[in-house]
C-alpha cells in the first residue's frame, strides 16, 4: 500500500475499528429482507421495521404465503413499500423454486433475484459469507469521492471498481463498514466535521472548502 491508502486506513481503524453491519437480522435470509428494504432509507428505521416482521415472516415460505397487503402493511412506514413487498415476495419465491429455500452465494445468482441490485449482492457476500466485496451505498461513494479516491462524475460501479483498485482485497470488506460508520458519523453529507478530521491533508472536499 502507498502512503496514502495507509493513512486512511489507519485513521480509519482509529475511529471504527469495530464498524460492523447495523442492520439487524439471525440469518442470511433475514439479512437479504433487511439490504432489500434499506433502499433510500435508513437502518435505524429498517430495524424497527423488521424487529416486528420477522416475528411474523420468518422464512420464505412465510413471504409466499402471506397475502401482499400483509407485507406491505408491515412495512408501509418505509420508503416504496409497495415495491419492496413485491419484490420480497417474489424474490422469496424464487429461493424456494431454484434455491430450495436458501441464499445463494454468488454475484450472478443474488443479482437475478427480485430487488437485488449489484450493492445488495455485495453486502450479501461480504457480510454472510465473508467474501471479499466493496458494497457501494451513498456513505461509501460521497466518502471516495471527498478522498478522491474516485471523482465526483464517476458512476457507481466505477466507485467500485476503483475502491478495489485503492484497498487491497483481504480490507474491503472492513473498510466498507469503515466507511459507511465514517460517512454516517464524521464525513456526513451536510456539515462534514472537517475540523476535527484526520483526514484533512487527503480530502479534496476539504481543499475545496476549507476557505469558503
Given at each position: 500500500m502507498d502512503e496514502i491508502t495507509k493513512k486512511i486506513c489507519e485513521v480509519f481503524d482509529h475511529m471504527f475499528p469495530n464498524a460492523y453491519c447495523e442492520l439487524k437480522h439471525h440469518n442470511h435470509f433475514e439479512l437479504l429482507v433487511a439490504v432489500i428494504l434499506s433502499a433510500q432509507t435508513t437502518d435505524k428505521s429498517v430495524n424497527q421495521v423488521t424487529?416486528?416482521?420477522f416475528q411474523r415472516f420468518k422464512t420464505p415460505e412465510d413471504f409466499v404465503k402471506a397475502d401482499i397487503k400483509e407485507i406491505e402493511d408491515g412495512i408501509r412506514r418505509l420508503?416504496?413499500?409497495?415495491n419492496k413487498a413485491k419484490n420480497i415476495k417474489k424474490m422469496s419465491m424464487m429461493l424456494i423454486d431454484k434455491y430450495d429455500g436458501k441464499v445463494p452465494s454468488t454475484r450472478d445468482a443474488l443479482m437475478k433475484l427480485p430487488?437485488?441490485?449489484r450493492k445488495t449482492a455485495n453486502v450479501i457476500l461480504s457480510v454472510?459469507?465473508?467474501q471479499?466485496?466493496?458494497a457501494v451505498d451513498t456513505h461509501v461513494e460521497r466518502v471516495s469521492k471527498r478522498l478522491a479516491i474516485a471523482k465526483n462524475k464517476d458512476t457507481v460501479l466505477t466507485v467500485e471498481k476503483k475502491l478495489n483498485e485503492f484497498f487491497p482485497p483481504s480490507l474491503w470488506n472492513?473498510?466498507?463498514h469503515q466507511m459507511i460508520f465514517f460517512g454516517r458519523?464524521?464525513?456526513?453529507?451536510?456539515n462534514p466535521k472537517c475540523k476535527n478530521c484526520q483526514l484533512q491533508a487527503i480530502c479534496q472536499y476539504y481543499?475545496?472548502?476549507k476557505n469558503k
Open positions: 424487529e416486528i416482521l420508503g416504496l413499500y409497495k430487488g437485488v441490485g454472510a459469507f465473508n471479499s466485496a466493496f472492513k473498510l466498507h458519523y464524521h464525513c456526513l453529507a451536510r481543499k475545496d472548502n
